[in-house]
């Protein structure tokens, strides 16, 4: 059995993985500021977790949770594309020197295997509404794909000079259990679900019509445990089933499950948001076993507690 570090691993997909990895034997230590992650998403009382709040931008913190670990996930970033806009100095924190921190000091304990939690957002609008492959030229149009972008070619720097074993994954738009919509920067599925069932006011930015590429979060779980512990995989991987859901199908959706929707106002589109964004998955399918798809409305319903 593995000891593995969980950056970011309080979160919704962090937490997620910790879970398996617990059930599969392994010993994890979960590395978060709990800047969004939350500690109930942590079972606290199992004695093979060790929690360290703390911060991936502090050196001496991703340091000590290194000491013993096998292998790395990490899945700490400030996950707002929006938040990245509106303070592109503290997100570069988290979002960049955070994954140089976890370099370094793999680095330094001589561990290999990392898995990268990159982005969808690395492509901007070069998709131009078709499958977008990885091959596709990069337009990272916020600071938080800059970010992305940066860290994957800081991991690929690293595995030609040092031998790291970096296993990024380009998630498209993960959704589930666990995803906080307290905030106005969280998954646009967490807000426009909590809002539906609470009888509150939903806010879509723009016409409605942009599309993204949902992918329920227990679908990906399988995915990194095989990104942790299968083969190596060199190039990076989009994550995503090749499906385009506009919000406004989206919301349909979500009426449909619930009896019906709040009312919907219309904002103006948000700086660098993305028009279309959906996944070509010919890398993925070739080099993991997919999963069974968790259908859309499977997972909403499960979301909604249904
Ligand atoms: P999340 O906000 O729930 O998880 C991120 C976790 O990182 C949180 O627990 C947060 O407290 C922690 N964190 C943030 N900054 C930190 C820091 N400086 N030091 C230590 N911990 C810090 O979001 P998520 O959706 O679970 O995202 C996980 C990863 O996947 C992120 O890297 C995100 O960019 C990436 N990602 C997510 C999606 C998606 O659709 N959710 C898509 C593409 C990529
Ligand atoms: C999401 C992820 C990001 C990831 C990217 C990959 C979050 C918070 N963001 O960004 O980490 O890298 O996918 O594809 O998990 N919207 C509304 N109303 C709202 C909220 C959002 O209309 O109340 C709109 C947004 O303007 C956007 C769409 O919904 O057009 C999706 O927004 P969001 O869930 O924040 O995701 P991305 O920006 O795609």
């Known amino acids: 059995m593995a000891e593995i570090l969980v950056t970011g691993g309080a979160g919704f997909i962090g937490s997620h993985l910790v879970d398996a990895l617990l059930a599969a034997g392994h010993g994890v230590c979960v590395l978060d500021n709990l800047s969004m992650g939350k500690r109930s998403n942590l079972p606290l009382d199992n004695p093979r977790l060790r929690f360290i709040e703390g911060d991936v931008a502090d050196a001496a913190q991703v340091e000590q949770a290194m000491a013993g670990c096998d292998a790395v996930a990490h899945l700490a970033a400030v996950a707002s594309v929006q938040a990245s806009v509106d303070d592109p100095a503290a997100t570069h924190q988290s979002n960049f020197i955070g994954t140089l921190n976890v370099c370094e000091a793999m680095r330094r304990h001589g561990v290999r295997r990392v898995l990268y939690a990159s982005s969808a957002a690395i492509y901007g609008n070069n998709g ?13 149009l916020t600071p938080y794909a800059v970010d992305k972008l940066a860290s994957e070619q800081y991991l690929d ?14 998630f498209f738009n993960i959704f589930g259990p666990r995803q906080d919509p307290s905030s106005p920067y969280s998954g646009v599925i967490s807000i426009f679900t909590q809002r539906a069932q609470q009888g509150q006011p939903i806010s879509v930015f723009g016409d ?12 990906l779980i399988e995915l990194l445990l095989q990104g942790l512990f299968g083969e190596v995989v060199e190039q990076p991987v989009n994550v995503g089933w090749n499906q385009a859901v506009s919000l406004k199908q989206l919301l349909a959706e979500i009426g449909a499950l619930c009896g019906g929707l709040p009312p919907v106002t219309h ?18 399918r070739a080099h993991y076993r997919l999963p069974q798809q968790t259908p859309l409305r499977e997972g909403l319903r499960q979301l909604l507690g249904l």
């Open 128 to 140: 131009e509404g078709l499958a977008i492959d990885e091959d596709t030229p990069k337009a990272p």
């Open 157 to 170: 720097f690293y595995r030609r000079q040092h031998g790291l074993e970096p296993a990024v994954f380009r």
């Open 208 to 219: 409605g019509e942009q599309t993204r590429d949902f992918f329920y979060v227990g679908d």
């Open 267 to 284: 904002l103006p589109a948000r700086a660098g948001d993305i028009r279309h964004s959906r996944a070509d998955n010919v890398r993925l």
